[in-house]
C-alpha cells in the first residue's frame, strides 16, 4: 500500500471517529429532566441505534423506546428499545411499518409525557407514513433521485407527502413534550429540512414545492399534486430542539488529521454543493497547480455533492467524486484524490467512497476500462474496485455529510 493511500486511511479513520455522535447525544442529555410521567425514545436515522444507545446509557433506561435505521446499521440489543432496520435512500414497506409502531408508542401520550427523538439523516426514507400509495412515494423519491434534485429540494417535495415530515410527528405526539436532539447531514444545519423535520416547523412553502416539481418535470399524480398546495405546520408548541454534529466539524477533524501527518492544510468550504463530478475534476485541478511547489499541501471540500443518472451501473457520489478526479491527476505520482460519506454507506453499494492517485489512469487503461464511459454509466463502483480504490468502512454510526480531500506529498 502506498504512504499516499496509508495517509488517507488514517485521515478518514481519525474524521470518522472524531464525529461518532455518542459523546454529543451524552452532553445534550446530562442536564435532562423529564417532566414527572413517562419517557418514550424515538430514534430515526442512519445514526439512530448509535444515538439510541448512548442516550440510555445516559438515562439509565426509558419507559419504551423505538430506532428505525438502515440495513446493517443495528449494531445489537438496547434495553427497553425495539430495533428495526428499513430501506433507504428509497423507502420501503419496513419503513412504514416501523413509523407506524412509532407512532403507536407515542399516541395516548399526556403533557407529563417526555418523547425523546433522536434524528439523524436519512430518516426522509427511513421515518415515514405516506398520504399516498407506497409505490408511488417510492417512484417520486426515485425520480427526485435520478434527476439530481438536491437534499433541500427533495424534502421540500417529501414533507408534503407524509402525515410525520414538516412537523407532523411532534403534533403526533401531543400534549407530550418533545426533546428533540438532532444530528446534521445537510449545508448550513436547516432543522425544518434534516430528515424532513418530522419535529420542527417547515419554512418551506407549498409555491417553492410546485416549482421544484416543474423545475424537474415530475410526472405526479393529480392526489399528489393536490398535496402539494396544502401547507405544513409552521409553528409547534411542545418542542425543544438541540442540533449537534455537522460537516463543519467533519472537516475540522480531516484538518486536524492531515496537519499531524506534516500537510500544510487549506479547507476550501464546508458548503460545497454541486455535481459530484464537478467537484471531482475541481480538487484534480487544485492540485496540478500546486504539483510543482515541493510543499505537502492538503486541500478539504465538506458538504453535499449531487449525481445525475445518465446511467444504470452502481456507485454514489463520493465514489463518481473520486473517480471523476483521476484524469486530472494522471501521471502526477504524489497526487491523490478521496472522497467519504461519514454514515459508512455511499449510494446503494457497500462503499463508504473512493480513492484515486495518480496511477488510477494507468492501471484503468490496462483493464480496458474508459472513465468516461464509466461515469456516463454511473459506474464508479466496479472502476474503482478494479484500482482497489474503494472505501469501505462499514456503518460508522453516524452521519454528518461527506468529506472530499486532495492530497499532495513532496
Not at 427497553?80 to 432496520?85: A, D, F, I
Not at 407524509?162 to 444545519?189: E, H, N, Q, T, W
Amino acid at each position: 500500500m502506498s504512504s499516499l493511500r496509508q495517509n488517507a486511511d488514517k485521515i478518514i479513520n481519525s474524521s470518522l471517529n472524531a464525529v461518532l455522535p455518542d459523546r454529543a447525544v451524552e452532553k445534550a442529555l446530562e442536564q435532562f429532566q423529564g417532566n414527572g410521567g413517562r419517557t418514550v425514545l424515538v430514534a430515526a436515522g442512519k445514526a439512530a441505534w448509535q444515538m439510541a444507545a448512548a442516550a440510555v446509557r445516559v438515562l439509565g433506561k426509558v419507559d419504551d423506546g423505538i430506532v428505525i435505521t438502515k440495513y446493517e446499521h443495528v449494531k445489537g440489543e438496547i434495553p427497553g428499545v425495539e430495533c428495526y432496520e428499513a430501506g433507504h435512500p428509497v423507502p420501503d414497506q419496513n419503513s412504514f411499518d416501523a413509523t407506524e409502531k412509532a407512532l403507536e408508542k407515542v399516541s395516548g401520550l399526556d403533557e407529563y409525557d417526555t418523547v425523546i427523538f433522536l434524528l439523524s439523516g436519512g430518516g426522509s426514507a427511513l421515518f415515514e407514513k405516506p398520504l399516498i400509495p407506497g409505490e408511488e412515494l417510492q417512484d417520486i423519491t426515485k425520480q427526485l433521485l435520478a434527476c439530481g434534485a438536491d437534499i433541500v429540494e427533495m424534502n421540500t417535495i417529501r414533507k408534503r407527502l407524509s402525515a410525520v415530515k414538516g412537523g407532523r410527528f411532534a403534533l403526533a405526539c401531543m400534549p407530550a413534550r418533545v426533546y428533540a436532539i438532532v444530528l446534521s447531514d445537510i449545508v448550513g444545519d436547516p432543522l425544518d429540512m434534516i430528515a424532513s423535520g418530522p419535529a420542527y416547523p417547515d419554512a418551506s412553502t407549498c409555491e417553492q414545492a410546485e416549482a421544484i416539481a416543474e423545475k424537474y418535470q415530475l410526472k405526479l399524480s393529480s392526489q399528489v399534486q393536490e398535496l402539494l398546495k396544502q401547507e405544513t405546520p409552521k409553528t409547534l408548541s411542545n418542542v425543544t430542539t438541540q442540533i449537534t454534529g455537522s460537516v463543519r466539524e467533519l472537516c475540522r477533524a480531516a484538518q486536524n488529521a492531515a496537519e499531524e501527518l506534516g500537510y500544510e492544510t487549506v479547507l476550501l468550504t464546508d458548503e460545497l454543493c454541486c455535481e459530484a463530478r464537478e467537484a471531482g475534476s475541481m480538487l484534480a485541478s487544485i492540485l496540478k497547480t500546486h504539483a510543482r511547489s515541493g510543499k505537502r499541501c492538503c486541500f478539504i471540500a465538506g458538504g453535499e455533492t449531487v449525481v445525475h443518472l445518465t446511467g444504470t451501473g452502481k456507485g454514489g457520489r463520493n465514489q463518481e467524486l473520486a473517480l471523476a478526479a483521476a484524469p486530472g491527476i494522471a501521471g502526477i505520482p504524489n497526487a491523490c484524490v478521496f472522497s467519504v460519506g461519514s454514515d459508512g454507506t455511499d449510494g446503494p453499494t457497500d462503499a463508504a467512497g473512493g480513492y484515486v492517485d495518480g496511477s488510477a489512469m494507468e492501471y484503468l487503461k490496462k483493464q480496458n476500462i474508459d472513465v468516461f464511459t464509466v461515469l456516463r454509466q454511473n459506474d464508479a463502483y466496479n472502476a474503482l474496485k478494479a484500482t482497489d480504490g474503494l472505501i469501505i468502512t462499514g456503518p460508522t454510526g453516524t452521519n454528518v455529510n461527506d468529506v472530499a480531500v486532495a492530497l499532495l506529498d513532496e
